[in-house]
């Protein structure tokens, strides 16, 4: 094909665009493909692998496939996955998807199609109405096809949803924010993890309305790549349970005192210097891991460093939706800066719950409150 070019990723071979290995922004014509959503697919990979043999039906169908890259890998390097289903609305993208198919000897395991994504979706496939895994990798916000996802996945199944518009997500235009995902976010240190709850929240709280429930088993949030992955069963006694999971995070932008809360109060006041608190969400304030689907994903991960600095993180971490950065601790001492593994250990030491996130390498989440945090380093 003209103007595209062979690369490896994964242990698969992709056609891709040539243009979008050299620029510093993949280009969306003749189609699109970003190489550094790697380590987001190369997580994908992992995460699959693990649910597979939980699935009653191992179908996977990618809504947004591209290029083909994360539907193709899956093909070649998850072999517990019986077949593909990749749909984009870019036929030239859907003709590169075909012919590295056929470079990677799985064209029989994948079915293409070039249609719009939700009647894709609603389409299903051969013998199921539904799928067993349904991703959805947008350009942008997914709010507008969560519906369509949730509709088209299997009970017991999985769903994996990105979202890219960060700066919305992440506090820079709030009201868009509250009308795509119910919920306000927080521009501050840890937006990005508020950012993944709002996703989550509208996830949650979507699958009520369908009489479905989440439970989500693994999320990350990968430079401007937030994702979300959960398992979705078939009960309105599950969904009635929804809002359990729903809460506020507060911040004082004054102090930077934070907490989580159940209830809404817009009028709470910082308990260390009594300025009003800033509200984020509503949104998810449960676990956003699964310790046991992460552990099997890192059965799958060997030798890849970056994945497995991912799953330990979230494996140690604690169930505290919100988390503090190093140098915002060590601006506050005026010392060098502790290192994260060094402020944990000192944190516990003194009986405090702490631990890593997978959100930020350079932070960590503890119960304790910011000024018992400084006293406990000081
Ligand atoms: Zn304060």
């Known amino acids: 094909m003209e103007g595209f070019v062979e690369t490896v990723e994964g242990k698969t071979r992709l056609l891709v665009p040539e243009l979008s290995l050299t620029e510093r ?40 496939t591209g290029i083909g890259a994360r539907a193709l890998r899956v093909a070649v390097e998850v072999p517990e996955i019986e077949q593909v289903f990749a749909n984009d609305a870019n036929p030239i993208a859907i003709e590169a998807a075909r012919r590295s198919a056929e470079l990677n000897n799985v064209l029989k395991k994948c079915r293409f199609s070039i249609n719009e994504v939700c009647k894709f979706l609603m389409n299903g496939n051969d013998v199921e109405e539904r799928f067993g895994i349904v991703d959805l990798d947008p350009f942008g916000t997914p709010a507008r096809h969560v519906d369509c996802v949730l509709r088209a996945v299997l009970d017991d199944g999985l769903i994996s949803i990105t979202a890219t518009d960060t700066a919305v997500l992440c506090g820079v235009y709030p009201e868009v924010c509250l009308r795509r995902y119910y919920g306000r976010p927080l521009n501050n240190s840890y937006g990005n993890e508020t950012a993944l709850r709002l996703l989550t929240s509208l996830i949650a709280l979507t699958a009520s309305r369908l009489e479905l429930a989440i439970k989500p088993v693994f999320s990350h949030a990968t430079m401007h790549y937030l994702r979300v992955y959960a398992r979705v069963s078939v009960s309105s006694s599950d969904a009635n349970d929804v809002y359990s999971s729903i809460g506020y995070v507060m911040h004082c932008f004054n102090c930077g005192h934070r907490l989580a809360t159940k209830e809404y109060d817009g009028k709470a006041k910082c308990q260390i210097c009594q300025k009003k608190l800033r509200v984020g969400g509503q949104l998810w304030i449960d676990s956003l891991h699964e310790k046991e689907f992460i552990a099997k994903m890192k059965e799958y991960a060997e030798d890849d460093e970056k994945s497995n600095k991912i799953l330990d993180a979230a494996l140690e971490e604690i169930n505290v939706p919100y988390y503090f ?54």
Request: net charge positive.
């Open 25 to 64: 922004v993949p280009p969306k014509v003749p189609a699109f493909f970003n190489p550094s959503a790697k380590q987001s697919r190369d997580l994908s990979i992992l995460a699959y692998h693990a649910f597979a043999p939980r699935l009653k039906e191992r179908t996977l169908a990618d809504g947004f």
């Open 325 to 378: 950065k190093g140098d915002e601790i060590s601006s506050r001492l005026k010392t060098s800066p502790y290192s994260i593994s060094k402020i944990v250990e000192k944190l516990r030491a003194v009986g405090y719950k702490a631990s890593k996130t997978p959100f930020n390498s350079g932070a960590f989440k503890t119960d304790a409150m910011l000024n018992q945090i400084v006293d406990a380093l000081r």
